[in-house]
Structure formats: C-alpha cells, structure tokens
C-alpha cells in the first residue's frame, strides 16, 4: 500500500468536464478539485486524484435526447426496471408498444418532478451504454481508467458515486488491488433488474456478485433517505460484503448530488482519518 490517499470515481453526466476543459486529463484534474473541496482539502496538496471515463460512454447530444423513447429497448427496459423499483403501480408498467415507457417517465414527473424524469431519462441513456453489453469496449475501457489510477496511485480509500460505484465494483473484481476503505456514495448497485442482475465481474466470478471485493478491506455504503439513484438504499441485502450502511439526508433538490455527498458530515467523519 503506497502513501498515496483517495482516489475518487465519478457518476453520470460528468462528459461537460471535458467539454470545458478540452482533454480527458484536465477533465479528470477538474473533478478532483471540485471533490476535494467538497471534502474539505486541497487537490494542490497531493492525495487527492479522480478517475474520469465519461468519454467512453458519450454518444453525442441528441435531439430529444430526455425522450424515454429514444432510449435503447435495453434501456428502456432499464428504466421499467426502475420504475416498478420505486413503486409504480403495474398498469404504469405494462402496455404495448412504446406505451409503457411513455407512461413510466410521466410517472417518475408526477411523484418526483420534471428534473427527476429528465434525470432518470439520461441516467439509464448513459448506465445502459456500460451495462448493455459485458464484454462491450466502452464497458472494458471505463474499468480500464479507474484500474489504471488505482494500480498507479495505490490508493487507500476509493469514493465512488452513482454509476462509479458499477464501475468500481467490477474494476475491483476484474483487477484486484489493495484498499483500505470503498465507499459507495448514491449507489444503483442493487437496483434490480436495471443494473443488478448486469453485472459482470470476470471470469470464475460469477458466484461472488454480493461480496466485497478482494483486496477490500473495508466496504462502507452510504445513501441519500431521498435519492431515487440509490435503489435499494440498504444494499446490504443484496451486498452481504458491506460493513456498514449509513443513511443521511442532502435536502431535496440535492439528493444525488456527488459534492453534496461528499460535505455531508458522516462522509466527512469516514474519510477524515486519511487526509
């Protein structure tokens, strides 16, 4: 284990990184100075590094591109999926053609907001082009980052957010190396059907979905009470391999946010000891 700190890993919607800053390795510096901020220190003191592969996943801005039905069958299965996850009644789920889909993002606007529907929308436009396929390039070459900075840095804690979190917990498994501590901030790890049932770790495996990851010494979740990514909050039921789930609240308008997450005090308290 280096002396090397935390290494963090984005979630969706990180792709304007590099659009303002011209370079994946900018973009990457980018988000580590926002994070590091959110925790409270310094990206220019050292120990502080991101891991960036939105590029990978980018499939250019769309007209419509919040359209469910211009999503994929496979993630518009995605979001029916998720939506039946957060309750929806069945009829919202059920229906020929383009019907359902149609209908279940007009649910998600009913019961959480217009930003919600907009947001889940993109979210499963950009999970399902990682999920899709498990032995896809963009799959392959978004691990591939995040092992990279790992294998590189030696961190001791990796923090990862949202779609991060899929990302990691299968980078960890395809290359193992030695943390400290993981924690998932927001995490759709379990969201069934959607994302649970799609992970891929490797092959031999197959039968170790749920488990920390090896060379993890510690596996920390910690979800928003309001966060509609984070489903189901507790993921424990599924991830026997976590030590601890804490629950904490952002505020409504922020509850998936990755740097609210980050300033939230529990997180503050778990990560403390390696700053």
């Keep these: 284990?280096?002396?090397?700190?935390?290494?963090?890993?984005?979630?969706?919607?990180?792709?304007?990184?590099?659009?303002?800053?011209?370079?994946?390795?900018?973009?990457?510096?980018?988000?580590?100075?926002?994070?590091?901020?959110?925790?409270?220190?310094?990206?220019?003191?050292?120990?502080?590094?991101?891991?960036y592969y939105?590029?990978?996943?980018?499939?250019?801005?769309?007209?419509?591109?919040?359209?469910?039905?211009?999503?994929?069958?496979?993630?518009?299965?995605?979001?029916?999926?998720?939506?039946?996850?957060?309750?929806?009644?069945?009829?919202?789920t059920m229906g020929p053609g383009t019907l359902p889909v149609r209908q279940a993002a007009e649910w998600l606007a009913r019961r959480y907001g217009e930003l919600a529907r907009r947001f889940v929308v993109l979210f499963c436009k950009e999970a399902d082009t990682y999920v899709s396929e498990p032995a896809s390039p963009r799959r392959h070459q978004a691990r591939q980052e995040l092992s990279r900075v790992l294998e590189r840095r030696r961190p001791r804690v990796l923090l990862a957010h949202s779609l991060g979190s899929v990302v990691a917990y299968e980078a960890l498994w395809h290359d193992p190396v030695e943390l400290d501590l993981l924690?998932?901030?927001?995490?759709?790890?379990g969201l069934p059907g959607a994302v649970y049932e799609r992970l891929?770790?490797?092959?031999?495996?197959?039968?170790?979905?749920?488990?920390?990851?090896?060379?993890?010494?510690?596996?920390?979740?910690?979800?928003?009470?309001?966060?509609?990514?984070?489903?189901?909050?507790?993921?424990?039921?599924?991830?026997?391999?976590?030590?601890?789930h804490h629950e904490v609240s952002l505020g409504l308008v922020a509850s998936h946010k990755a740097t609210r997450y980050l300033a939230a005090p529990k997180?503050?308290?778990?990560?403390?000891?390696?700053?």
């Design 54 to 92: 939105a590029h990978h996943l980018h499939l250019g801005v769309s007209q419509g591109e919040a359209d469910p039905e211009q999503l994929s069958l496979s993630g518009q299965e995605m979001l029916m999926g998720w939506v039946a996850a957060l309750g929806a009644p069945a009829e919202t």
């Design 200 to 244: 891929s770790l490797g092959e031999g495996n197959e039968k170790a979905k749920g488990e920390r990851p090896p060379g993890v010494a510690r596996w920390i979740n910690i979800a928003d009470v309001g966060d509609i990514v984070a489903v189901p909050r507790d993921l424990s039921g599924r991830f026997p391999g976590i030590d601890e």
């Design 1 to 51: 284990m280096g002396d090397f700190l935390i290494v963090g890993i984005h979630g969706i919607r990180c792709y304007r990184y590099l659009q303002r800053t011209g370079s994946p390795e900018l973009a990457a510096q980018a988000l580590a100075q926002e994070w590091a901020a959110a925790l409270g220190t310094s990206y220019e003191s050292g120990g502080f590094e991101a891991a």
């Design 183 to 189: 924690i998932t901030l927001g995490s759709p790890l």
């Design 267 to 275: 997180v503050a308290a778990t990560v403390a000891p390696y700053l």
